[in-house]
């Protein structure tokens, strides 16, 4: 049974930093690209950033690039995302999950849900 489980949320004043993990037990989900999606209260569920199974390539949501960094360690069946100059509108819960077909944008090509971990940017 594949498991995602989600950790490293809190709360984080405007302009600060957070780092959130994501990790599993099945050896084989390395294999797999790794995406983060976001949902905000009352908004659907939307994409965040993507990475491939060696880390080697990455794709970011517009709202996040330059802010945002997605990396992984396969050793420790782990991925990052590390959150930089962090906004009100980054508050919502971060679900990780297994992309198990090709649109990475697409919530409908992941499985595997996490069930999430908790970000507020607050003063």
């Known amino acids: 049974q594949v498991q995602l489980i989600e950790s490293g949320g809190g709360l984080v004043p405007p302009g600060g930093s957070l780092r959130v993990s994501c990790t599993w037990s099945e050896r084989t989900v390395t294999m797999y690209n790794i995406g983060w999606f976001r949902q905000a209260p009352g908004k659907e569920r939307n994409f965040v950033a993507n990475?491939?199974?060696?880390?080697?390539?990455?794709y970011y949501a517009d709202s996040v690039k330059d802010r945002f960094a997605i990396s992984r360690d396969n050793s420790k069946n782990t991925v990052y995302l590390q959150m930089n100059n962090l906004n009100a509108e980054d508050t919502a819960v971060y679900y990780c999950a297994v992309m198990i077909t090709s649109d990475y944008r697409s919530e409908s090509s992941y499985d595997y849900w996490g069930q999430g971990t908790q970000v507020t940017v607050s003063s």
């Open positions: 990475i491939n199974w060696s880390g080697s390539s990455t």
